[in-house]
């Protein structure tokens, strides 16, 4: 008997629950359950109050704790990334597994306002907002033009400015407060990065992460988590713009597990019988690779050479041998 999955669908900023809705009807349509709260000051119509990030977490944590929610697939888009770190350490043993989209992924004591310039994609004067800490960078309202130009760039320029009508403003408070994410680093919950491949938001001036989301912010979770990257195409708004491509994905990246990245292996052009053999004698961690190679026992003297050079990273090790 097929058991469905339960997921929790976590938006980003200027953006509500309600924007999950045909994502939610997919995977609804396969067998699964989903929910997708709204952040508090997020709500359509509500007036723009600055709640401080301390506020918002709590809400999300009390509904979530309210509906008795367990054993879910917690997916974060964008600026909800660090709203699922937070989350996952004040409740793990209620996650099954994280899912970043195109998402931020901060490490302890930073903000989202530390990777973004105070001129962001050159924003007009009359748009932006004052310096106040509450209002900093993050306008009231997303500009049309910074929409139509980042945002949902694969779709005809219609369906762009129907979209931009559905977003609600956004208080700043929340963006320039820090978050204490010391023990999220020291959870053991499976982690899978999807990476939208035509997602051009983070390349933009006033971005700070020059690397993208993937390997940007992907490459921050490490070794300290069961990881997995998943590509897929699309924009920065999959989940309006591609919504069932996206539902397929979030299975996807869901059902990973250590045969999955094995299958992988065996299917691309890397074709190493000793590292096939030792995923398939262990559970696979990502620091199983990681020790047979600085051990030497891999005796592959081009990827050893690279690492001694420090021009191949562990991270990039592994990617290597999942795509």
């Not at 953006?15 to 997020?42: C, F």
């Not at 309210?66 to 209620?94: C, I, M, W």
């Not at 530390?114 to 310096?131: A, Q, S, T, W, Y």
């Not at 050479?305 to 999942?322: D, F, G, N, Y």
Request: proline share 6%; hydrophobic share 40%; glycine share 6%.
């Amino acid at each position: 008997m097929h058991m469905g999955l339960q997921f929790v669908l976590i938006h980003g900023a200027w953006h509500h629950g309600g924007h999950w809705d045909k994502v939610i009807k997919e995977l609804e349509r396969g067998g699964h359950k989903a929910y997708a709260p709204t952040l508090l000051g997020n709500e359509p119509g509500a007036q723009r109050i600055n709640y401080s990030l301390k506020e918002r977490i709590q809400h999300l944590r009390d509904d979530i704790v309210k509906r008795n929610l367990t054993d879910f697939v917690l997916v974060a888009h964008s600026a909800g990334g660090p709203y699922a770190q937070e989350l996952a350490q004040l409740e793990p043993e209620r996650i099954r597994q994280l899912v970043f989209l195109s998402a931020f992924v901060l490490k302890d004591g930073e903000s989202i306002r530390m990777f973004c310039l105070d001129n962001r994609l050159g924003i007009p004067k009359h748009e932006r907002v004052d310096r106040s800490p509450e209002n900093f960078l993050f306008p009231s309202k997303l500009p049309m033009e910074w929409w139509l130009k980042a945002f949902v760039h694969t779709v005809d320029l219609e369906t762009r400015k129907a979209l931009h009508a559905t977003l609600v403003s956004q208080g700043g408070q929340a963006f320039a407060d820090c978050h204490d994410l010391k023990a999220f680093y020291e959870l053991k919950i499976p982690v899978t990065y999807i990476h939208i491949t035509n997602d051009i938001l983070p390349g933009l001036p006033g971005m700070k992460s020059r690397e993208g989301w993937h390997p940007g912010f992907s490459s921050r979770l490490g070794t300290n988590f069961n990881f997995n990257v998943v590509k897929m195409d699309g924009d920065h708004e999959v989940m309006l713009t591609a919504p069932a491509s996206l539902a397929r994905t979030l299975i996807e990246a869901s059902e990973y597990q250590p045969q999955t990245l094995i299958k992988k292996s065996e299917a691309t052009e890397y074709q190493d019988p000793t590292i096939l053999k030792n995923l398939e004698a262990t559970e696979f961690q990502p620091q199983t690779i990681l020790m047979k190679v600085e051990a030497c026992e891999y005796q592959d003297p081009t990827i050893l050479k690279k690492v001694e050079a420090c021009e191949l990273q562990p991270q990039a090790l592994l990617q290597h041998i999942v795509d």
